[in-house]
């Protein structure tokens, strides 16, 4: 045993020259920001017909980077839902209980018009306007942003029933939030969620065996069934597809209107199995809901569920894009204040030249993904107001745009908490939970493989959709030599394309576009650098490979003011 002698009170104990914990060389908090300061947003959201909802934008993207809306995000993610099956005296409630936050974040999304208020806005640009709003919002937290996005895209297919429409539309267009679970018709205001997938088959929806059987009254239905992957079993009425009972009609995979609570005031069969304990996304509840005796209004004709629902389909697409863009631009702005309060090797990071040239490249990559998504949301607002063309380029760009920016997200993300180093792999940082909701984007309404099957089956099926998207590409023609190369390979590689190489079909579709909109609307050092690392070949395999010459301080000043 070492023995360790005591000191003499007499002599003083020596002191350190600083305090053990002095804290230097720390970024200070980022809060308050605007994340509405984005000059790719705002000059999308003008060009796409929406420059009337800028102030709007401005002080919901001041709401959103303030210190309480980034503690709501914060607090929704730490403190998850609870499902509560039972009441205290046994009776079946299939509740679920969100922390207070999760009803702040939704009750401001939902005033400010994220979810069904654009289809009761006859303004040209309302569903532009509806998306910029999710992409300044969405730097709050992105699993709220589920039931806004449902109930968004219930509207159009409920419109299929005119009748059920007539009573629903005004509630699911409503900027009025009602958690409470009554009856649908005596509340302000409606979330709608949807019920598609079972565990057989996934995406492959038309082998669900849920069952709908027909009752003596014309249009209702009795459910019988297990689905697979519910999101918000909060929402007040569900899109759900069923395979109807041909005991009248045609039968087969339909859609179903499903009340939680029904019109009497009484509990309809919706029986919550379990929360689904998901990589990311946990401020949200997704679930497993069972049907026995479910009562059900039929949407659209039987056996036309699929051609129903996919308008919903197409409108969540949408979301899945902006959601990527909004997380895009959110870890980059996280990555670009740490890298200008930080200093290592005797400089600040934003003035060491990798840095730079990582910060330009995730630049670069935020601004086509916020671009591209706004056009996807210029060409739903035209579409819905009967433009034909529009129509066809929003059929096959959505499907592009899933595919490509949703899958750029989980490698950007991790790129950008990299900038942090150590600090962005710790839990407070807030970077670990954008980087487990980056995958879910490129899952949720269909993997990368099923939105390249669905670009092919547009490109076979509906030859107006080619027509469109090349239509849109010759609006840039002879303004970048390298553009117009990958255009021309693309019209060959159209013609000889299968299953095997639709990812790369798909994803030469996405980057020939974003090129084209960048070349006609973004500055100079964007579009340049931008054609010349992904479509001329003059690029790495990892963020921050940009060639020499690229204008990277052009680029940072335009995505990041103040870097330089």
């Not at 705002?42 to 017909?49: A, P, Q, V």
């Not at 706004?374 to 607002?381: C, K, Q, S, V």
């Not at 553009?483 to 639709?502: C, S």
């Given at each position: 045993?070492?023995?360790?002698?005591?000191?003499?009170?007499?002599?003083?104990?020596?002191?350190?020259?600083?305090?053990?914990?002095?804290?230097?060389?720390?970024?200070?908090?980022?809060?308050?920001?605007?994340?509405?300061?984005?000059?790719?947003?705002?000059?999308?959201?003008?060009?796409?017909?929406?420059?009337?909802?800028?102030?709007?934008?401005?002080?919901?993207?001041?709401?959103?980077?303030?210190?309480?809306?980034?503690?709501?995000?914060?607090?929704?993610?730490?403190?998850?839902?609870?499902?509560?099956?039972?009441?205290?005296?046994?009776?079946?409630?299939?509740?679920?209980?969100?922390?207070?936050?999760?009803?702040?974040?939704?009750?401001?999304?939902?005033?400010?018009?994220?979810?069904?208020?654009?289809?009761?806005?006859?303004?040209?640009?309302?569903?532009?306007?509806?998306?910029?709003?999710?992409?300044?919002?969405?730097?709050?937290?992105?699993?709220?942003?589920?039931?806004?996005?449902?109930?968004?895209?219930?509207?159009?297919?409920?419109?299929?029933?005119?009748?059920?429409?007539?009573?629903?539309?005004?509630?699911?267009?409503?900027?009025?939030?009602?958690?409470?679970?009554?009856?649908?018709?005596?509340?302000?205001?409606?979330?709608?969620?949807?019920?598609?997938?079972?565990?057989?088959?996934?995406?492959?929806?038309?082998?669900?065996?849920?069952?709908?059987?027909?009752?003596?009254?014309?249009?209702?239905?009795?459910?019988?069934?297990?689905?697979?992957?519910?999101?918000?079993?909060?929402?007040?009425?569900?899109?759900?597809?069923?395979?109807?009972?041909?005991?009248?009609?045609?039968?087969?995979?339909?859609?179903?209107?499903?009340?939680?609570?029904?019109?009497?005031?009484?509990?309809?069969?919706?029986?919550?199995?379990?929360?689904?304990?998901?990589?990311?996304?946990?401020?949200?509840?997704?679930?497993?809901?069972?049907?026995?005796?479910?009562?059900?209004?039929?949407?659209?004709?039987?056996?036309?569920?699929?051609?129903?629902?996919?308008?919903?389909?197409?409108?969540?697409?949408?979301?899945?894009?902006?959601?990527?863009?909004?997380?895009?631009?959110?870890?980059?702005?996280?990555?670009?204040?740490?890298?200008?309060?930080?200093?290592?090797?005797?400089?600040?990071?934003?003035?060491?030249?990798?840095?730079?040239?990582?910060?330009?490249?995730?630049?670069?990559?935020?601004?086509?993904?916020?671009?591209?998504?706004?056009?996807?949301?210029?060409?739903?607002?035209?579409?819905?107001?009967?433009?034909?063309?529009?129509?066809?380029?929003?059929?096959?760009?959505?499907?592009?745009?899933?595919?490509?920016?949703?899958?750029?997200?989980?490698?950007?993300?991790?790129?950008?908490?990299?900038?942090?180093?150590?600090?962005?792999?710790?839990?407070?940082?807030?970077?670990?939970?954008?980087?487990?909701?980056?995958?879910?984007?490129?899952?949720?309404?269909?993997?990368?493989?099923?939105?390249?099957?669905?670009?092919?089956?547009?490109?076979?099926?509906?030859?107006?959709?080619?027509?469109?998207?090349?239509?849109?590409?010759?609006?840039?023609?002879?303004?970048?030599?390298?553009?117009?190369?990958?255009?021309?390979?693309?019209?060959?590689?159209l013609a000889e394309t299968d299953q095997v190489g639709a990812r790369r079909l798909v994803e030469r579709m996405a980057l020939a576009l974003q090129a084209s909109l960048l070349v006609r609307h973004a500055p100079h050092p964007v579009a340049d650098a931008f054609c010349a690392s992904r479509l001329g070949g003059d690029w790495g395999h990892a963020f921050g490979t940009l060639p020499a010459g690229a204008g990277l301080g052009a680029i940072l000043e335009?995505?990041?003011?103040?870097?330089?």
């Amino acid at each position: 045993m070492v023995s360790i002698p005591a000191q003499s009170p007499s002599q003083p104990r020596p002191q350190p020259p600083y305090a053990t914990h002095d804290v230097t060389n720390q970024a200070p908090p980022l809060t308050p920001y605007d994340a509405s300061d984005d000059p790719a947003l705002l000059e999308g959201l003008r060009r796409e017909g929406a420059g009337w909802a800028e102030e709007d934008i401005r002080r919901l993207g001041a709401r959103a980077g303030s210190a309480e809306a980034q503690e709501w995000g914060e607090l929704a993610n730490r403190h998850e839902p609870v499902l509560r099956t039972h009441d205290r005296y046994g009776h079946r409630v299939d509740e679920v209980e969100f922390h207070p936050s999760w009803h702040h974040l939704m009750r401001t999304a939902v005033a400010q018009g994220l979810a069904g208020a654009p289809w009761a806005d006859e303004r040209s640009g309302a569903h532009v306007a509806r998306t910029a709003g999710g992409l300044v919002w969405g730097h709050t937290e992105a699993g709220h942003g589920c039931p806004t996005s449902m109930t968004y895209a219930a509207v159009p297919a409920l419109r299929a029933q005119p009748d059920l429409a007539k009573v629903y539309e005004p509630l699911l267009t409503s900027r009025e939030y009602d958690p409470e679970l009554r009856v649908p018709a005596e509340k302000p205001g409606l979330l709608a969620g949807m019920g598609m997938t079972e565990k057989q088959g996934g995406s492959d929806v038309r082998t669900n065996t849920t069952v709908a059987t027909p009752t003596a009254e014309p249009g209702v239905y009795t459910l019988r069934g297990h689905k697979w992957f519910t999101s918000a079993p909060m929402c007040d009425v569900f899109l759900v597809l069923a395979q109807a009972s041909p005991l009248r009609g045609r039968g087969g995979l339909s859609c179903f209107l499903v009340p939680r609570v029904l019109p009497d005031g009484s509990r309809n069969t919706f029986r919550v199995q379990r929360l689904k304990d998901k990589l990311g996304n946990r401020s949200n509840a997704s679930s497993e809901p069972e049907f026995d005796g479910t009562v059900a209004w039929l949407v659209g004709p039987e056996g036309r569920g699929v051609k129903t629902i996919i308008e919903m389909v197409n409108c969540t697409r949408l979301d899945c894009v902006m959601s990527s863009a909004a997380l895009m631009r959110k870890t980059l702005v996280e990555a670009g204040h740490h890298a200008r309060h930080r200093s290592a090797f005797g400089a600040r990071l934003i003035e060491q030249p990798l840095m730079r040239n990582v910060l330009a490249d995730l630049a670069l990559e935020s601004e086509a993904a916020t671009t591209l998504t706004l056009r996807l949301a210029g060409a739903a607002d035209r579409a819905v107001r009967g433009d034909a063309g529009e129509r066809a380029f929003r059929r096959i760009a959505t499907a592009v745009g899933k595919y490509w920016v949703t899958k750029r997200g989980p490698a950007f993300t991790a790129e950008a908490l990299e900038c942090l180093g150590g600090n962005g792999y710790v839990e407070d940082s807030g970077m670990p939970r954008h980087y487990r909701e980056a995958p879910l984007l490129s899952i949720w309404e269909g993997s990368g493989n099923v939105n390249a099957l669905d670009v092919l089956r547009a490109l076979g099926r509906e030859p107006d959709t080619a027509e469109a998207l090349f239509a849109e590409l010759a609006l840039a023609r002879g303004a970048d030599a390298r553009l117009d190369a990958t255009v021309a390979a693309l019209k060959d590689q159209l013609a000889e394309t299968d299953q095997v190489g639709a990812r790369r079909l798909v994803e030469r579709m996405a980057l020939a576009l974003q090129a084209s909109l960048l070349v006609r609307h973004a500055p100079h050092p964007v579009a340049d650098a931008f054609c010349a690392s992904r479509l001329g070949g003059d690029w790495g395999h990892a963020f921050g490979t940009l060639p020499a010459g690229a204008g990277l301080g052009a680029i940072l000043e335009r995505a990041l003011p103040g870097l330089n």
